[in-house]
Every structure is written in structure tokens, then in C-alpha cells.
């Protein structure tokens, strides 16, 4: 890649491309938790690294908008610096990684804990935006499925998991369903997360840039977990409390400290803890 | 007490630092000129250019130097490229009957119209490494014979001309080409795309998948029917003046296969084709492409399947392209230590539970 900042259009994205993303996103938007394909573009960082989310964002930024990146809650690990750098270079947008200065955050696997703005968009990346994948391998029959709305096989799954383990044993991408209709995959975040989705005022945009799949979830929409009534939906994180700013409701990074195995807790949304020492 | 980790940044900086260093490697041994990769590692660069789907011997060297000599990642460098650029239309349909052969040969006749002519090949070589390479290895030059810059027709027109091999059409719908690269892949896909999405999937994958049907996974008795290496040229209408111009020369590999017939009393049998058509000079490709491809048809052909991988356009198209496949299991790397702790909770709550219930 060069290292002239003229040589890219803004976001890096020529605008043919952003409107093509942009017309996904709005069908996306106008059925809620509806899978769009797309026309998806090789990104100069590899898929699986959060393709679909930077393409996403470049499609929705604009000049004055302030970008804060996070990767597992935090600002700091390796590919949250690396998409955030990226932008900083083809936008030259404003970056923070202060959660309520931010317009549009892309995330990795987390929510953030504090609670989002009607002037916010939240995009996730995305690996495998078909909930319905492990039950179903074959894309041409997932896609029946959903517009028959034929879910029979996602319920029997949770009921087998019930019946085995005595308790639905999916941690994180749990399935949910958007606006009364489609299920869908909210991304592989912990199901802790889940109900922060469910009538969120901001923006949920998810980019899946391997599958060439775009789905949305617009604000104030109903998106609940699934369950059954006598095993009601838990959004579980590990009973303790942050040891750095005494979070007891926020969800936590167990972290191995020394060679005996002595464990510690911290919040994973690190701006959030910030937030709460000071 | 722990503080979390910080300095991302800074690792990232030196970790690239390092590994310019290492592509560089021994400061005493002269740096490899792109010049060199590209004159001397043209079978590198074929692959680069097939995969990368950009014909330019100049990029794809750079990209090899740039990626220590890692192909994928070289591809990955010329696809991330590639795809910034505009395309502006589709070229003319090229006749590979015009093709300046530098090799051609048919493994269903003995000798043929043109001849059988070898070319650079490794075929009849002994394995032996050469151990005059090691040291300086100057090389005579090689003056091609005339019978090189000759054009061949196609083997298969011969079989053609009995009626013996179905014909290729162009059907209605596949006249306007679809562009892999412009749309999202949507299956069932049609010839033109399946081909498309085949000429630049991995050539180990295709290998592997080629050798499947062989061995019986969907087998379909394939005949090199002709293999030929050259030089094509790529005509491109210019809607202001109104006639085609060729805007370049390349190197491709094309393969025809000649497969088993089929029939019923009511169609009388006839052989069937599989198609490879690859970017330089490479064969082992364009084989595996052809008996990839015809392995793929057996529904426009009235067959039943086997249910075998490579005859599984899902299974193939979706699986085939390095890129995608190396992003994604290469991704695993990366922090999942969020979904890692969510399992951590529900396997302590579900081993407790089931302990209790043990010991209750």
C-alpha cells in the first residue's frame, strides 16, 4: 500500500462501491434482520479481520464524523489500533475512544456497556451472519428457510441443548429474533450482550465481508433472545467484580496473573471502566 | 497490581519494522531485483496473476518480493489492488484459435494437424537436482523452431466435425458475462460463472478436487483432449472510434477435456467437454479446472449425481478461493478471549449443576 493519503478516496472506498453498500444498508434497514448480499470488496486487511464492518463504516462516514474502534469491549488490542489507524489514514476522520463522543463504533464481539445514542451507529463485524449455518451448511437452503420462516430446527436445537446439559449451551451468538420475523445472528458477542440490542436507540449495522451478507437492525426494534417460558433467556457473566473500578454489572475479562493460575477480573469495555474510576 | 495491556500500537509498528527486516534478510547477499522474480519465477507469477485475476508480471513480482515469497499472501496483495481499480467494459471474447502456441499436445491423438509440439515442459525431466545451479549456472540460449509461431485449431474441432462432441453454445443468458468480482456469488451459478469463480480458486484446492473425481468421486473418464500454452491477444471495443484495438498480449494455459458420452436410445452418445482456461503458464491448473468443471455440469447435462464433493457447486465455489479461505481460518488467531470467557461461565454453571446433581 502507498503511503500517500492522496491516493485513496475518502474512506478509502470509491464512491460507486459506497453506494452500492449504502443501497444494501438500506434494504438491510428496511427489513429488519434480513441477510442482504452484497457486492463485497477484497480490503487491504485480510477477511476475517473485520472486512465487512470496515466496509460498512467507510459507506457511512462522512468528514465529521468521530470513529472509535474497539476488538473484545477494548480500544487497545491489536486490530481495534489497526482499523482505527486504517481510517486515521484513508478518512482522516476524528477518532476517540470515549463511547458517548463516538458517532459511529465498529466492534468486535462486544456491546458497549454504556447505553447508545439515537446519533450513534453501531457497526459489528460479522464471520458467519447465518444463525441458522451449523444446523443447515448450504446457504441455497438457509435462505428458504428464512423466507418461509420455517425455524423449527433452531428451536429443536435449543430444546436438545436443554434435554443434554439441563440449559441452552450457547455462550455467545445466540440467536435472536428481529422485529417478530427473522432470526438472526447478532455476531459473535457474549450473550450478555443481548438484551442491549433489543429497542437500542442507536443504529445496529452488521457487516459480514467473506459472506457478502449485510443485515441492520434500525432503532427502537424488538430483538428478543430465544427461549423457552420455562427456560427463560439469562444474560450470564461471571459473578464477580471489576478489581480495577468495582463494576458489578458489566461484563468481565478473566485474566491469568501468574504461574499458579491466580485469576483477576476486569471489565472488558475498557473506556467504561476508565469511566467509572475516575 | 494487573494493569491491562496497552501499547497495541507500538507493538504493531515494531512487529512490522521486524518483518521488513526479515523479508530483507542478509544484508550481504544482494537485494532480489522484481526484474529477477519476474524473468526467472514466471510459474510464481502465473499463479499470482490467475488467483490476483490481474495480468501484470510487473505487479505480481512485486507483490512476490514484497511477500517473502508467500503466493497467498502475494495474491491477497494483487486482489487488494485489483479491486480499487475501475473497470471500464468488457473486452472482445478471445479466440484461443489464434493463439501463438508455444506448446500444444493432445493426449487423444497420436499426431494431429500442427503436430504434437512440447514446449517448456517438465514432463520428460528427471528429477535430479542440478547441482551446477549452485554455482553459476550460465544457460545456452534456446532458439525456438518455426513450427512454433504457427496457429493450431482445436483438437476438439476434429471431433466436432463427426457430430461426436457436443458443441458450446452460447446461451442467451450467458452472452452478458457476470463479473465475480462486481457481484455477490449467488448459487445456483451458471457456466460463465462457475468458470470465472474456478480460474482463480486456489490451484491446491482444485488439485485436490480434480483428483477426487478421479479416484472415483464422481468419476467422469476424463481425456486431455489438448493442452495448450501461448499467447492470446485481448481486443477491447473503444465505443468512440468504433472498432476493436488490442489493448495487450498475455500468456494463458487453456485445457479441453474430452469426457465419457452419455446417451439413451433416443440421443444417440456423444462426449462431453471440461473446460480450464488459466492465467500463464500453468497446466496442472487448467487440467484440474477441466475436470472440475465437468464434474460441476452434471445437472445441465441430465446426469445423476453422486453426491461427491466436486460435484457440489456449493461446496466448490464456496471453498475454492484462498483468499477468503485463509482470512477465515487464519482469523482464529485473533482475540476471542470475550467468547472464550462466555463459555468459560457456562461450562463452570453446567459442570456444577450436573456435580449436584451427582452427589444429590
Given at each position: 500500500m502507498s503511503n500517500s493519503e492522496e491516493d485513496f478516496n475518502f474512506a478509502y472506498l470509491d464512491e460507486q462501491t459506497k453506494r452500492m453498500i449504502r443501497r444494501a444498508l438500506i434494504k438491510a434497514i428496511c427489513i429488519p434482520g434480513y441477510q442482504v448480499p452484497f457486492a463485497s470488496r477484497e480490503m487491504p486487511m485480510p477477511y476475517g479481520w473485520g472486512t465487512g464492518g470496515v466496509q460498512v463504516t467507510a459507506a457511512c462516514l462522512q468528514e465529521t464524523d468521530v470513529l472509535k474502534v474497539i476488538d473484545q469491549g477494548s480500544d487497545d488490542t491489536t486490530n481495534a489500533v489497526s482499523i482505527r489507524k486504517f481510517f486515521e489514514r484513508v478518512a482522516g476522520v476524528k477518532t476517540t475512544e470515549n463511547t458517548g463522543k463516538a458517532s459511529v463504533i465498529q466492534t468486535r464481539h462486544r456491546i458497549p456497556e454504556q447505553v447508545l445514542s439515537e446519533d450513534q451507529i453501531l457497526v459489528y463485524?460479522?464471520?458467519?451472519?447465518?444463525?441458522?449455518?451449523?444446523?443447515e451448511p448450504r446457504e441455497t437452503e438457509t435462505r428458504v428457510m428464512h423466507a418461509l420462516e420455517e425455524y423449527g430446527l433452531m428451536h429443536v436445537k435449543l430444546y436438545e441443548d436443554i434435554s443434554i446439559n439441563g440449559e441452552i449451551s450457547t455462550a455467545y451468538a445466540y440467536p435472536v429474533k428481529v422485529?417478530?420475523?427473522?432470526?438472526?445472528?447478532?455476531?459473535?458477542?457474549?450473550?450478555?450482550?443481548?438484551?442491549?440490542?433489543?429497542?437500542?436507540?442507536?443504529?445496529?449495522?452488521?457487516?459480514?465481508?467473506?459472506?457478502?451478507?449485510?443485515?441492520?437492525?434500525?432503532?427502537?426494534?424488538?430483538?428478543?433472545?430465544?427461549?423457552?417460558?420455562?427456560?427463560?433467556?439469562?444474560?450470564?457473566?461471571?459473578?464477580?467484580?471489576?478489581?480495577?473500578?468495582?463494576?458489578?454489572?458489566?461484563?468481565?475479562?478473566?485474566?491469568?496473573?501468574?504461574?499458579?493460575?491466580?485469576?483477576?477480573?476486569?471489565?472488558?469495555?475498557?473506556?467504561?471502566?476508565?469511566?467509572?474510576?475516575? | 497490581m494487573y494493569v491491562a495491556v496497552k501499547g497495541g500500537e507500538r507493538a504493531i509498528d515494531n512487529a512490522h519494522r521486524w518483518l521488513e527486516d526479515e523479508r530483507r534478510?542478509?544484508?550481504?547477499?544482494?537485494?532480489?531485483?522484481?526484474?529477477?522474480?519476474?524473468?526467472?519465477?514466471?510459474?510464481?507469477?502465473?499463479?499470482?496473476?490467475?488467483?490476483?485475476?490481474?495480468?501484470?508480471?510487473?505487479?505480481?513480482?512485486?507483490?512476490?518480493?514484497?511477500?517473502?515469497?508467500?503466493?497467498?499472501?502475494?495474491?491477497?496483495?494483487?486482489?487488494a489492488y485489483r479491486t480499487t481499480l475501475p473497470r471500464f467494459g468488457v473486452g472482445q471474447p478471445i479466440n484461443t484459435d489464434k493463439m501463438i502456441a508455444k506448446r500444444r499436445i493432445s493426449a487423444t491423438f497420436k499426431d494431429l494437424p500442427g503436430g504434437q509440439l512440447l514446449g517448456p515442459t517438465f514432463d520428460y525431466t528427471h528429477r535430479l537436482l542440478d547441482f551446477k545451479l549452485l554455482a553459476d549456472g550460465s544457460i545456452d540460449e534456446f532458439e525456438p523452431g518455426k513450427d512454433t509461431e504457427q496457429m493450431f485449431q482445436h483438437v476438439t474441432q476434429f471431433l466436432n466435425n463427426e457430430g461426436i462432441i457436443e458443441t458450446e453454445e452460447t446461451s442467451s443468458s450467458e452472452a452478458e458475462s457476470p463479473d465475480l468480482t462486481r457481484q455477490p456469488l449467488e448459487i445456483p451459478a451458471n457456466r460463465a460463472l462457475r468458470l470465472q469463480a474456478l480460474t482463480r480458486s486456489d490451484e491446491g484446492f482444485l488439485l485436490g478436487m480434480a483428483y477426487s473425481t478421479q479416484r472415483g468421486f464422481g468419476r467422469n473418464h476424463p481425456f486431455v483432449g489438448e493442452l495448450r500454452i501461448g499467447l492470446i491477444s485481448v481486443e477491447f471495443e473503444i465505443p468512440e472510434i468504433?472498432?476493436?484495438?488490442?489493448?495487450?498480449?498475455?500468456?494463458?494455459?487453456?485445457?479441453?477435456t474430452v469426457n465419457q458420452f452419455l446417451g439413451s436410445k433416443t440421443h444417440p452418445p456423444k462426449f462431453t467437454r471440461g473446460y480450464g482456461f488459466v492465467f500463464g503458464q500453468s497446466e496442472r491448473k487448467a487440467i484440474s479446472m477441466a475436470l472440475v468443471d465437468r464434474a460441476l455440469r452434471w445437472k445441465e447435462l441430465g446426469e445423476v449425481s453422486d453426491g461427491a464433493p466436486a460435484q457440489?457447486?456449493?461446496?466448490?465455489?464456496?471453498?475454492g478461493d484462498n483468499i477468503q479461505a485463509t482470512g477465515f481460518v487464519e482469523h482464529i488467531k485473533l482475540p476471542h478471549y470475550v467468547d472464550f470467557q462466555a463459555e468459560l461461565e457456562l461450562i463452570r454453571k453446567i459442570r456444577k449443576t450436573a456435580f449436584e446433581a451427582k452427589k444429590g
Open positions: 463485524q460479522v464471520p458467519i451472519p447465518e444463525p441458522l449455518r451449523f444446523l422485529n417478530d420475523r427473522y432470526i438472526m445472528d447478532p455476531s459473535p458477542t457474549p450473550k450478555f450482550d443481548n438484551p442491549k440490542m433489543n429497542f437500542c436507540p442507536a443504529i445496529q449495522l452488521f457487516g459480514a465481508g467473506r459472506e457478502q451478507r449485510i443485515y441492520a437492525v434500525p432503532p427502537y426494534t424488538k430483538v428478543i433472545s430465544l427461549d423457552f417460558e420455562d427456560y427463560p433467556f439469562e444474560a450470564s457473566r461471571a459473578e464477580k467484580t471489576c478489581e480495577i473500578c468495582g463494576a458489578t454489572n458489566t461484563y468481565l475479562d478473566e485474566v491469568v496473573i501468574d504461574d499458579k493460575g491466580t485469576r483477576m477480573f476486569s471489565c472488558s469495555d475498557s473506556d467504561y471502566c476508565n469511566s467509572q474510576k475516575s | 534478510g542478509d544484508r550481504k547477499v544482494t537485494d532480489l531485483s522484481v526484474d529477477q522474480i519476474k524473468t526467472q519465477l514466471s510459474l510464481s507469477i502465473a499463479k499470482v496473476m490467475a488467483e490476483g485475476s490481474l495480468f501484470d508480471p510487473e505487479l505480481a513480482s512485486l507483490a512476490i518480493k514484497q511477500a517473502r515469497g508467500d503466493l497467498i499472501e502475494a495474491i491477497f496483495l494483487i486482489r468504433g472498432f476493436n484495438i488490442e489493448i495487450a498480449e498475455i500468456e494463458i494455459s487453456e485445457c479441453e457440489d457447486e456449493e461446496f466448490v465455489l464456496y471453498h
